[in-house]
């Protein structure tokens, strides 16, 4: 009803102003011409655009500081969607205290001090929707005495809601009156607009994503991951341990712990790199914000993953083409990735494995020649996935998105050590993974995988032989008589022997049901 409402009430200004009358006040052959200058007048008109700014933010709220935004920040318009509202910081004020204890009130249905023996009320974060808390609870949970906690302010989430759900129904106007929005499916790209949104204010959601990470990465000596506190987990609040931490980019911080810095680069793109092609579940949005490097003395120097706000996964042939891939990619056996991306289904049936490999070699032969420091990985791998664009090919969006977090991972160890030899990390770190994909590790692996199957057909495989062969006693085909009486005296055998072992097996159930009944009638 809300969301209606504002619908019609946007519909009301726009009436207001007279969009219409204007229209039909224009002149009939210089229209253009007088709306140009009619905006040009309405720019330059100080009331009229101190109206409309005070209008817009109660309209769309989210339109309002997204414009705002980039009126001050127009760097952000190549940024995207994620990017750009982590970068909304400090828009509204912080929750005061009372304001915080009612957020919480309703959110874990108890009043805040029954839970926690403390809250700090200085957020150690605060954005436009959300703000992170440290807490120390009243008694321990899972080990745990003092937690982040991270608070969803629901007002405005209900707003980016029904601001999403409005720019839904706008597009979805725009394609019944409009041949270039229904080629674009603008309905479809505000859709993922909203189901995005959703996403990223999911606290259940990024929960479990931060437990699933935590169990991958746990004997992972270079990372540590919080553990989530579940009891204090709603879709309104996130618990997790806390973890004393510097920023990963605070480089004096670091030295100053007695952190190798060269280490914390490493390390980073090792673990990154590993997450997404070896675990196939990885960060797709990876930045500064999210990782810290902890200070505490059991895990001190290690990286602190605490942020799983959008998680992505690979598949297992995803992942195995990135591997082998990127792996025939750095030996420069360009073939062998042509032959990768016809077999993967990424090029149309008609494209020629010589031209894909002929366009990877003139890609790619330049960044071989670089100077070893110079080298970008990421840079590398971009041609690895969009080499099929020009044969009308595509990768699916989650490869783009695993080449992009390594592109990340590459940019943020650069800031922390400009001498880390990613590409080198990178090369190492995929050839191991490869190599554990085709030793005893990866047919165990596999054999692993197939063994449920295997359960299932193997007590079939004596039926299916037999009715195998008596098909094929049937029908003797090109083999001549003596060979179909060979079979049927092979088949006439199998017989046999089914009924000799069942009888025995019928014996063998009526003696034990025998010795059954006689050890309880003469009791035994």
């Known amino acids: 009803m809300r969301s209606l409402f504002r619908q019609l009430r946007l519909l009301f200004c726009a009436l207001r102003y007279g969009v219409r009358l204007i229209w039909l006040a224009a002149p009939e052959h210089h229209k253009l011409h007088w709306f140009v200058s009619l905006a040009s007048r309405m720019r330059d008109d ?25 009126a001050t920040r127009p760097d952000l318009a190549a940024m995207t969607l994620h990017d750009s509202i982590e970068a909304l910081e400090h828009f509204d004020a912080p929750l005061t205290p009372d304001a915080l204890d009612s957020a919480l009130h309703a959110a874990l249905g108890k009043p805040p001090h029954t839970l926690f023996a403390s809250i700090d009320p200085t957020p150690i974060h605060h ?33 980016v809601d ?3 759900m409005l720019l839904c129904v706008v597009a979805r106007w725009f394609e019944r009156f409009s041949r270039a929005a229904r080629t674009l499916q603008l309905h479809d790209l505000a859709l993922d607009l909203r189901n995005d949104l959703q996403h990223r204010f999911d606290l259940r959601a990024q ?33 997790v341990q806390h973890i004393d931490s510097v920023p990963v980019t605070d480089v004096a911080g670091l030295a100053g712990h007695r952190i190798n810095a060269a280490h914390v680069a490493m390390h980073l793109v090792e673990v990154v790199t590993q997450q ?86 003139t890609r790619s032969e330049s960044h071989f020649a670089d100077a070893a420091d110079t080298r970008s990985a990421g840079d590398l791998f971009h041609h690895l996935l969009h080499v099929v664009q020009p044969f009308g090919g595509s990768v699916s969006p989650r490869l783009a998105a695993a080449q992009r977090a390594f592109a990340q991972a590459e940019e943020l160890a650069r800031t922390i050590h400009p001498d880390v030899d990613a590409w080198g990390i990178a090369e190492r770190t995929l050839a191991g993974i490869a190599q554990r994909d085709l030793d005893h590790r990866g047919w165990i692996r596999r054999l692993s995988q197939e063994f449920p199957h295997l359960a299932q057909v193997a007590p079939r495989v004596p039926q299916l032989v037999f009715h195998y ?51 309880i009638l003469y009791g035994f």
């Open 469 to 519: 062969l008596q098909h094929r006693a049937k029908t003797p085909g090109i083999h001549g008589a003596a060979t179909a009486g060979a079979r049927t005296g092979v088949v006439a055998g199998l017989i046999r022997e089914q009924r000799r072992t069942r009888a025995w097996l019928l014996a063998c159930a009526l003696c034990g049901a025998a010795l059954g009944a006689a050890a």
């Open 162 to 164: 029904e601001d999403a």
């Open 46 to 70: 100080a009331r009229l655009t101190a109206s409309l700014h005070g209008a817009l933010p109660r309209l769309a709220p989210l339109a309002a500081v997204f414009a705002q935004t980039l």
């Open 207 to 239: 929960a479990a994503n931060m437990s699933q990470s935590g169990h991958q990465l746990e004997r992972n000596p270079r990372v540590v991951v919080p553990d989530v506190i579940w009891d204090l987990c709603t879709p309104h609040t996130l618990a």
């Open 276 to 361: 997404a092609f070896e675990h196939g579940f990885f960060h797709a949005t990876l930045d500064a914000r999210r990782i810290a490097v902890s200070i505490e003395p059991p895990t001190l120097g290690r990286l602190v993953f605490a942020g799983s706000t959008l998680m992505t996964s690979l598949s297992s042939p995803e992942r195995e083409f990135f591997v082998h891939g990127a792996t025939a990619l750095f030996q420069q056996d360009y073939g062998r990735l042509a032959d990768l991306h016809s077999a993967a289904g990424h090029v149309p049936a008609h494209a020629r494995t010589e031209q894909i490999e002929a366009e990877l070699r």
């Open 127 to 159: 954005g436009w929707c959300e703000q992170t808390h440290i807490a120390r609870l009243a008694l321990p949970l899972n080990g745990h005495q003092t937690v982040t906690l991270r608070v969803l302010r629901a007002d405005h989430i209900e707003e």
